[in-house]
């Protein structure tokens, strides 16, 4: 079964600053790899997927995430946050084979002050 | 606004009552999923329908009971629930027999159970 691991629980940013969240799995086959983020009272939205093709995707609101596979990792940024960034991220992965489950991360919090 | 709808968004309910989930979307999708999130905590999957037919149950008590009653429609219902069922209990949906493909979420239930 998969698992997904997120180092970062808690991350407290100004805005402008940087962002990188990390986000490693561990799946033993080929596997799909999503972020989502859930802002306060909101439901969970998709920010960006990757399913195979460049390394690199690019999501809604300026975020990225590189997959590197050597590493297992699916690593979250953004050059710039805003206040309204303040929100949850959930790594998840769904494997192509086998049962499809969606699993999810632990989460990261992130709040981004004025 | 999300596609998946769910009502009621608040349920607070004894624990001798029966009670049930409603989950709706108009995409198409015909894999349907619920799932329960503590607080501070990532979702964890219970339930998957695929074609309407359940294809996983993550081990989950039998005071729950899923029902997908057509393509698009999905419940869950409650009986004989314990406080630590109180969470947030989530819908979605997606393709079905893709990996490679996003999932959508309602924005939940939020059930207490006293």
């Known amino acids: 079964a998969q698992s997904v691991s997120q180092h970062n629980h808690h991350v407290i940013l100004s805005e402008a600053a940087s962002l990188e969240l990390g986000c490693n799995y561990s799946?033993?086959?080929?596997?799909?790899l999503f972020w989502y983020v859930q802002y306060p009272g909101q439901h969970l939205q998709l920010l960006l997927k990757?399913?195979?093709?460049?390394?690199l995707v690019k999501g809604i609101k300026g975020f990225e995430a590189e997959f590197i596979k050597s590493k297992f990792s699916f690593n979250l940024r953004k050059p710039s946050v805003q206040w309204s960034d303040t929100a949850e991220y959930f790594c998840?992965?769904?494997?192509?084979?086998?049962?499809?489950?969606?699993?999810f991360g632990t989460g990261t919090r992130l709040l981004v002050s004025p | 606004d999300t596609e998946v709808t769910q009502t009621p968004k608040h349920l607070v309910m004894g624990m001798t009552n029966k009670k049930s989930l409603k989950c709706e979307q108009h995409?198409?999708?015909?894999?349907m999923y619920w799932y329960k999130q503590k607080a501070k905590k990532p979702p964890e999957l219970m339930f998957v329908?695929?074609?309407?037919?359940?294809?996983i149950n993550e081990s989950v008590p039998s005071r729950f009971s899923p029902e997908c009653p057509n393509s698009s429609l999905l419940n869950l219902h409650l009986h004989a629930l314990q406080p630590e069922d109180s969470a947030l209990y989530l819908c979605?949906?997606?393709?079905?027999?893709?990996?490679?493909?996003?999932?959508?979420f309602g924005q939940g239930t939020r059930l207490t159970v006293v």
């Open positions: 979605a949906s997606s393709q079905a027999g893709q990996a490679n493909t996003e999932a959508f």
């Open positions: 799946y033993g086959g080929t596997v799909n």
């Open positions: 990757y399913f195979s093709g460049d390394p």
């Open positions: 998840a992965v769904k494997p192509n084979t086998g049962f499809q489950k969606l699993v």
């Open positions: 995409m198409g999708h015909r894999a």
């Open positions: 329908y695929s074609y309407e037919k359940l294809s």
